[in-house]
């Protein structure tokens, strides 16, 4: 884990310009957007009526993933780019890296 964080830093300050920026930011807004399907599924799979706390906690993280998802497309959009999330390439492929 930390071996991917320090390259992802290292791409980071490799950035001569914002728009080197724009890539790294798509691939943290489809990595984001990878992760809901995943959660969605297991909070459906929960029977109706049992299991409520974990249902809510689940809930709660697929809430936290699309607030990522939001920061992550409203950064790349301050910094003068565009998410692209109408792409074939922005549906995820499971399983997936």
């Known amino acids: 884990m930390i071996r991917v964080e320090k390259k992802f830093i290292d791409h980071i300050e490799a950035a001569g ?6 890539p790294i930011l798509q691939k943290a807004i489809m990595l984001e957007h990878a992760t809901i399907p995943a959660y969605l599924s297991a909070m459906m799979s929960i029977y109706p009526g049992t299991n409520q706390n974990v249902f809510e906690i689940i809930h709660s993280i697929v809430i936290e993933e699309m607030l990522h998802m939001s920061i992550a497309c409203n950064v790349l959009n301050a910094l003068g780019g565009a998410p692209e999330i109408n792409v074939p390439e922005f549906v995820p492929k499971y399983p997936g890296p």
């Open 17 to 22: 310009s914002l728009k080197d920026l724009f």
